[in-house]
């Protein structure tokens, strides 16, 4: 299999909506399909296409197919400690049956040269300190910050 | 000792300067002194007073001495999960003879309020692993998320 | 305060067990009072006066009072990296009245003496990710191994 | 492939050698080959033939080839919370050309079954925080504990 990464485009819409919420989706490995509402969810759709908004989205398509296999959504911020936004990487997904080949690789590759292109000096995102099949990646292409999140409850 | 959160003001600058890359500061906690350059200490500090800029700070004052024995400084950002922003709360610091008093819980609370006034459905906020004397006050007043961050090296 | 740290004697069995499974005691605090026996303490406690048994009580004393105030229960075992035993810090206790006076950190060293005593190579214990209180001590006296403890179900 | 778990044999021993401290062996893995001497590796083989230590080793045997592709290396130990013994799973091996058939699995099972036999209420053992891939077993077979283990420096 063979795959090519790029910015969203107006025609994945509702391939992007079948990895977000659909079946074997990203919120529904979170067990999150309840909790993100459809208003928020077109909403961030709709910000992936808004040049004012600072939320991207590239998705990493089958070459053979032509079918979306994978995305990474993406939004820059303010930090204290620099002038430079930061680059928060939001969400990462790769169909089930499509890992193993390097896609969830690519998509942080791509996103760490949209860091680049969009001058932000950290790039950085979450895990669950029990995803061990994320972290196996997640040492290879990044580093452990040795920081927890808390939350408001 | 009593104490009083607030907003920072045009004067609390040079206090604030002390507390952030001072002696016994913030930042030298963090042995970051050589990190941050003075040209994004003098950018963050005035964003705080920039309306245009998502980016804020409210301090602790001893209502004896007058005097800052404490800062919280947080911005918002987007977050693909919600319409609503998140709130990030980037930095917390309360000076070391001012500690155990309840000033850190107090800034915390603050920020929660200031969750609710800019709309804010998350609020949370990252500390190191290692850091104990810390995370007993967020055990307290927050939750752990379960997640690790990890950062491109 | 002064106190001093000696191993367990007969005479301290009563104040042994008001530390272990009393009042303000190392059980109540791990919520483990229904779950150690009768039968199991009496025997741990006979345990500590059997010289065929690898099981040790170290017991720390207010000099004023005469009162037991702490105590660790420890124990040696095989190990197959090395010909020497490794020595396991089981239970660490220090009276709440009698804290935050380096009760805890003479147990410890004197566990570690015991350990060169007993000729064993490693000394090292394990506490709950959650405790923020304990580890504040132990990054000071020990070192954290990176280890994670699983258990069958 | 299919395979055996069993309890070690003297006819054994060069094999189980070999995954011990030969090329792409378990201390290889550990970086640790420098570590244990060869009078430690030497008594820790002779253990688990001595009917009077509480080390034990099963091994898992290749069943068309006749050849060991894995083991697991355990004692017994005492308890200060139990009469009975804990069970500690002190090493455990899976050939790199064998794994992924669930060998690690039946290992763990075989311990678990040992524990039984041998009158053991507790079976444990640890992993390094950052073996991601030892964890994707274990949080199936084993529970996480929430224990860090610390030691004398």
Request: some cysteine; aromatic content about 14%.
């Amino acid at each position: 299999m063979t795959f090519t990464v790029r910015p969203i485009e107006e025609k994945d819409k509702q391939e992007w909506l079948d990895m977000w919420n659909g079946k074997g989706s990203y919120l529904e490995f979170y067990s999150s399909l309840g909790v993100v509402t459809p208003e928020a969810t077109e909403n961030t759709l709709k910000r992936f296409f808004d040049p004012n908004e600072p939320v991207y989205c590239v998705v990493a398509v089958n070459n053979e197919t032509g079918k979306l296999i994978g995305f990474a959504n993406y939004l820059t911020h303010r930090n204290t400690w620099t002038i430079e936004d930061s680059l928060y990487l939001n969400d990462l997904f790769v169909r089930e049956d499509s890992r193993l080949h390097g896609v969830g690789r690519a998509l942080i590759e791509k996103v760490y040269s949209e860091g680049d292109r969009l001058n932000c000096k950290k790039v950085y995102w979450s895990t669950q300190f029990e995803n061990h099949r994320a972290q196996l990646l997640y040492t290879k292409v990044g580093v452990k910050t040795g920081f927890l999140t808390y939350r408001k409850p």
